[in-house]
């Protein structure tokens, strides 16, 4: 995780958590009394009753709003908490990240007592939806498809769960990867890549030949033909997944 020590130093510039999508998560977490955030970053989507945070950058805790959760630097593989520390455990865009994915949700299932809430993505969906990794930077979905945890290997290591499709709005507040799929001058703008582990992981050079593309077409209007269906929509699912486990 030491990759958020350098690529993470900007993300509260553009990853404002969504209020749809943090409604989404909170009602998937339910009455829950208490709540542990693994790889939680800075704290988005954090409800109130969160009562710990757990992240292995200092990076990031270091730009945790004031008032959040407490934090502990550590990482999903190795939790330091006893069993059935917290009614419900919350891993949101981060097991992409894990070293060891089976040793992680392991660790989910331990700390849980009642209920799991994992936000990942299906990698086979954003591949043939997203208009960026479609049709310009083939590059970083070759990145991604590295690193992309199939939802069927999770509902196995979580023992079932049950499957939410998150729809991203139009103007999504959080700027993660498919978040400004109708505002598309946003990725060419570098602080917005910056925010997006998959452009930042991937490189500026690889990109370059794509966003270049990319910005001829928004001079030419040829983006905005080839994509009038999407711009009459409001929200778009692109294969962002909410997992929800109960045990």
């Known amino acids: 995780m030491a990759i958020y020590d350098s690529i993470g130093a900007t993300y509260p510039r553009t990853r404002q958590p969504d209020p749809r999508i943090a409604a989404q998560v909170h009602a998937a977490l339910g009455n829950v009394t208490d709540v542990i955030n693994v790889g939680a970053g800075t704290g988005s989507y954090e409800p109130p009753q969160t009562a710990l945070a757990v992240e292995p950058s200092q990076v990031m805790i270091a730009q945790r709003p004031s008032g959040s959760a407490p934090a502990l630097r550590a990482v999903a593989e190795h939790l330091p908490l006893?069993?059935?520390?917290a009614d419900a455990v919350m891993a949101l865009l981060t097991v992409h990240h894990w070293s060891d994915l089976a040793a992680g949700i392991g660790e989910l299932r331990r700390v849980a007592r009642r209920r799991i809430v994992i936000l990942t993505w299906d990698q086979q969906i954003f591949r043939e939806r997203f208009w960026l990794v479609r049709d310009y930077l083939p590059e970083?979905?070759?990145?991604?498809?590295?690193?992309?945890?199939?939802?069927?290997?999770?509902?196995?290591?979580?023992g079932g769960v049950r499957q939410e499709p998150v729809w991203i709005p139009h103007d999504c507040t959080d700027g993660f990867g498919a978040a400004y799929w109708r505002r598309p001058r946003a990725y060419l703008d570098p602080q917005?890549?910056?925010?997006?582990?998959?452009?930042?992981?991937?490189g500026e050079d690889a990109l370059e030949p794509g966003l270049t593309r990319l910005a001829e077409d928004m001079v030419t209007g040829r983006w905005h033909t080839q994509q009038a269906e999407l711009l009459a929509l409001d929200t778009i699912d692109v294969g962002y997944r909410l997992l929800v486990a109960d045990h």
Do not use: C, E, K, Y
């Not at 006893?82 to 520390?85: G, H, L, V, Y």
């Not at 970083?140 to 979580?158: E, G, H, I």
């Not at 917005?192 to 991937?202: K, Y």
């Open 82 to 85: 006893r069993d059935n520390a």
């Open 192 to 202: 917005v890549r910056a925010g997006i582990s998959m452009l930042a992981q991937t």
């Open 140 to 158: 970083a979905a070759a990145f991604d498809d590295t690193r992309a945890t199939p939802t069927d290997q999770l509902v196995d290591l979580l």
